[in-house]
């Protein structure tokens, strides 16, 4: 079997990190294809490469001058080689960037020589193979990935190549520039170089032991989840949670390839299973809790809307010739209430309302703001009894009043609004119910 291996910022940000990396991957011989991000911050006060980067575009393409954050870069870099005992020398490398940058600088191109430069420094100092990622890694004319021109090339170059290291964030557009993915892009390269080698794992070595349970900023040490599905991933990150970057799931997803969220600090511990199935339970009834804030709720009330077939197509269109998607349809017998987000409403909301006005004739609409939404996932909640009775029962004590509820068919997860003001104290009591009173 063989291992993908992505390294985080953090997991690379100094010699030191740089050595605990070199350890992971040298006990397994499995993992054979490197993917680094680029250097992060050391500590809390500290610049990551790829902003430096930015700020070096930034001063060149207004014709200014880049002399110290580019300096920066280069000292970042020479402090891990020197750190690691390395005989690289980077200086021909540095001078093409800055050659680029005083005489035609390219945002992406400028932002991506952070993972060029770390995969060299991988390359060397692992002894593994260096493969560009412009040369595997495509986009078309659009900047849309492409996945059937990568595949093509990718996988036969990987098939020749026993270990390698790639770099992540980027690859190359037809007319042959650089083009990156968003910003924490790297995950997404350790995704398709993970489906290319049809690996039987992908790793992903960050600085956390794995996906918590809940915001560490609102519950105070969440649990970390053993074990999530794809699909519970996509509800939890939809509604907040933050991992990975969210388009780093579907190459390995497709595959059928599993996601392993491990610490680079802490290797010993297994991290959480990111898998398509599994049989295994979870600790808890419930796998996560996350929630976003600010949605705002239209409520649509029409004697016998129940007996207009066309009634919630002809509200939906209201907000559609907008470009609002509709979060959420909770509904009664004479109402119908749609939640959309609040920012994206506010900006159209005079001509939705008289939409609505003029194509159902409604007897009131009330709109109300400042609502959360909270998102309860779990695959152990299916025909499970009493889960929301547990959830309801969480709030009540808490003495927060639930202004809506929708829980799916599938019953992954329930989902539950409340007032802004209400939105921490509710996670912390949802989660309290379910992991400490467990
Ligand atoms: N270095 C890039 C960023 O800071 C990509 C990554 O780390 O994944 O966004």
Redesign the pocket.
């Given at each position: 079997m063989r291992k993908v291996v992505k390294f985080?910022?953090t997991s690379l940000a100094s010699a030191e990190q740089f050595r605990k990396a070199g350890d992971i991957i040298r006990k397994d011989d499995s993992r054979v294809y490197v993917v680094p991000?680029?250097p992060g911050k050391r500590h809390s006060g500290d610049i990551?490469v790829?902003d430096l980067l930015y700020e070096c575009y930034e001063l060149a393409v207004r014709g200014q001058n880049f002399y110290e954050p580019f300096l920066a870069v280069k000292d970042r870099y020479n402090e891990i080689i020197q750190g690691l005992g390395l005989s690289l020398s980077l200086a021909e490398a540095f001078d093409e960037i800055e050659n680029k940058l005083l005489h035609e600088p390219e945002k992406d191109y400028t932002a991506s020589r952070?993972?060029y430069l770390n995969g060299l420094v991988m390359s060397a100092y692992l002894g593994y193979e260096f493969i560009d990622a412009a040369e595997v890694i495509f986009f078309d004319e659009h900047g849309n990935f492409d996945q059937a021109k990568t595949d093509s090339v990718l996988a036969p170059r990987l098939q020749e190549t026993a270990c390698a290291v790639v770099p992540?964030?980027y690859g190359s557009a037809p007319d042959g520039r650089i083009r990156t993915f968003s910003?924490?892009?790297?995950?997404i390269t350790g995704s398709i170089v993970a489906r290319a080698c049809r690996a039987g794992v992908y790793e992903n070595w960050t600085d956390v032991s794995g996906l918590l349970m809940a915001d560490p900023h609102i519950v105070s040490n969440p649990a970390v989840m053993s074990n999530i599905t794809y699909k519970e991933l996509r509800e939890l990150s939809y509604m907040g949670a933050s991992v990975m970057h969210e388009d780093a799931i579907f190459p390995v997803k497709k595959a059928g390839i599993p996601i392993n969220i491990r610490n680079t600090n802490a290797p010993e511990d297994p991290g959480t299973w990111i898998v398509e199935n599994t049989a295994r339970r979870s600790k808890y009834t419930i796998t996560g809790i996350a929630g976003r804030r600010n949605f705002c709720s239209i409520v649509i009330a029409k004697d016998l809307m129940h007996s207009q077939p066309d009634f919630y197509r002809k509200v939906a269109q209201c907000f559609e010739d907008n470009g609002i998607p509709l979060e959420h349809l909770p509904s009664g017998i004479d109402t119908m209430t749609v939640i959309v987000h609040e920012a994206k409403f506010i900006e159209h909301e005079q001509d939705v309302l008289a939409r609505i006005a003029k194509f159902v004739e409604p007897e009131s609409v009330e709109v109300e703001s400042g609502i959360s939404l909270i998102a309860v996932v779990g695959r152990g909640m299916k025909s499970q009894t009493g889960t929301a009775a547990k959830i309801f029962r969480a709030l009540a004590e808490a003495r927060i009043n639930v202004r809506m509820i929708d829980q799916g068919a599938s019953e992954l997860n329930i989902i539950v609004g409340v007032l802004n003001e209400d939105f921490e104290r509710a996670i912390r009591s949802i989660y309290h119910i379910f992991v400490d009173k467990e």
């Open positions: 985080g910022g991000s680029a990551k790829t952070g993972e992540g964030f910003r924490g892009g790297s995950d």
